[in-house]
């Protein structure tokens, strides 16, 4: 049996380890009592002129915490209690026009919802805009005590961790969390507690090899620039950037400023690069958008490769990072974030290589003051080296989830999920494990 370890070195880079290793299958499930005290919308949120699907596009109930978010086909499916359902639902995204839709409007299913880009797009060159980027950004870090929110807060989130091989789905690990977040002027690090999770895996596809990921929610969590700025940008390295300003636009018409970040010329440590969406009146970060500079091959393996077999080589080819952020009274918080990490298996003694990408993404879906200000016991807290998918024991039945929102699957992961839940149900049955 051969291992191959993946980690990051956690001053440049997020953290995060991955785990290639031979797994079998246990054909263990569980299930959950339903809560039926709400309702259930599906549908798909689209550009009005293409018809393109908007992916990450945020739904949320207008003067509730309940919000989620479109998959990367652009479909949603949002939970809302009965008491609720006479409610408002905004739909917005980056560049467009927010659209308001109430509840009674909304069809159970099959919903498809427009939106417009926004009318005015300004000129690269705004006559009021800040003429130095790189101080506006900072300026922006140094206001988040009095932007984001400042007492502690309890949030529910559901996240996911899947895994390709190629363009096959091969795991799938859900879990709901509660992430107790702690002010953002604080430097106290928050704490998450698992409530409920579920994984699938088809091994079939993997070649008998498994990849993991150490850290689970963590690696999302950890996209919180605003809560972690020195995972991209320490006091020292924000000096290897070069900040410029890019196109503005407006997002529920406000001024949103692009800021363009790039590592030096003169560095050679793989850095990052990408956008910084900050808004101009409050100097709010609302969004960021970045990647990893791998185009040293070596210097971006050695973030992650710590150990391997002699034989194997193993190279990161594309690294790349999303965080959203939400606003209620004035007052932003984290509400979405994503990580995709893609790797090259080269193996001496097979002819092709394998190609596999992980995706781990979070979404708050509901947050409440947390009144005490305490945190879960340590005993009862998830650990930074956790891996998900050996906390989750399989697929349950259709309602599992009951009234949480999640992140509705892709249409390919959801049909690979219903032929993996057929094989474990005929394995159960059979009283035999599945290969």
Known sequence: MKTLLFTQKPIKTIKGIFILFFLSISPYLFAFQNNTNFKQYEGEVIDDENKKPLVFATITVEGTNISTITNTEGNFLLKVPVDLTGGTVLFSFIGYTTKKITLND?????????????ALQLSGVNINAPKDAKA?????????????????????????????KRRKN???????VSIYKTPYSSEKRDAVELYKARKSTDYSKLDTVALKLQGGPFNALYVDIMKYPEYIFTNESIDDYEFTFDKSTRVNDRLIYIINFNQLKTIETPLYQGKLYIDAENKTLTSAVYNLNITNRELAARLFVRKKPAKVDVWPTEVAYRVDYRNKNGKWYYGYSNVLLEFKVDWDDRLFNSVYSMTAEMAVTDWQKNETGKLPKFKERLKKSIILSEEALGF??????GEYNIIEPEKSIESA????QRQLRRAKKNGTSTP
Not at 106 to 115: A, E, F, H, R, V
Not at 144 to 153: I, V
Not at 170 to 176: D, N
């Open 136 to 164: 506006l950004f900072q300026e922006t870090l140094n206001k988040k005590g009095e932007n984001y929110f400042d007492d502690p807060t309890l949030m529910t989130a559901f996240y996911r961790e899947t895994i390709k």
């Open 106 to 118: 909304l069809k159970s299913t099959k919903n498809k919802i427009s939106l417009k880009t926004s």
């Open 417 to 420: 999920i219903k032929k993996i």
């Open 396 to 401: 349950s039945d259709p309602d599992f989830w």
């Open 170 to 176: 091969v795991s799938l690990s859900e879990a709901v």
